[in-house]
């Protein structure tokens, strides 16, 4: 059996940020902002954000909003002050749907010389990993991608 990525990167900073997100809960939030400087930028495809308040403020409406968020951190590729990690990110939607959601996306993170982050980037297909998978929307989305591709 593959050991978890955290057990198999020897770069603390790296083995830090995926043990933190795989344990995020509502209450490791601000330990979770420890890991990024203080004006670190956060970007993904529904927010762009600096500083810690901002940070926290989307992890903890991630709480509020979908029923036992979790991430799965699936490979990982670091190259001196960058790192990438692909993840699953797991969830139920509230009100929604009761089967359990998956995204599948990968993040680019930027170090800064005292080892926080200072760039998080996050790339996942908004349409295909989450409107698709929506009921009314859903449909529509699906429609217009197969008029699209021909």
């Given at each position: 059996m593959t050991p978890p990525p955290a057990a198999r990167?020897?770069?603390?900073?790296?083995a830090r940020v995926i043990a933190a997100f795989e344990a995020l809960s509502p209450h490791s939030l601000d330990a979770l902002c420890a890991l990024y400087a203080d004006d670190a930028r956060f970007k993904d495809p529904f927010n762009d954000v600096r500083g810690h308040a901002a940070l926290r403020a989307i992890f903890a409406h991630m709480?509020?909003?979908?029923?036992a968020p979790r991430?799965?951190?699936?490979?990982?590729?670091?190259?001196?002050?960058?790192?990438?990690?692909?993840w699953d990110f797991?969830?139920?939607?509230?009100?929604?749907?009761?089967?359990?959601?998956?995204?599948?996306?990968?993040?680019?993170?930027?170090?800064?010389?005292?080892?926080?982050?200072?760039?998080?980037?996050?790339?996942?297909?908004?349409?295909?990993?989450?409107?698709?998978?929506?009921p009314l929307l859903g449909a529509l989305m699906r429609w217009l991608k197969r008029r699209a591709a021909g």
């Open positions: 990167n020897a770069d603390a900073r790296v709480f509020k909003a979908l029923e991430f799965q951190i699936r490979d990982v590729l670091v190259q001196g002050d960058q790192c990438f990690l692909t797991r969830f139920h939607l509230q009100r929604l749907a009761s089967d359990e959601q998956c995204i599948h996306g990968g993040t680019h993170l930027q170090f800064a010389v005292d080892g926080r982050i200072a760039v998080h980037r996050d790339y996942w297909d908004a349409a295909e990993e989450l409107y698709e998978k929506l």
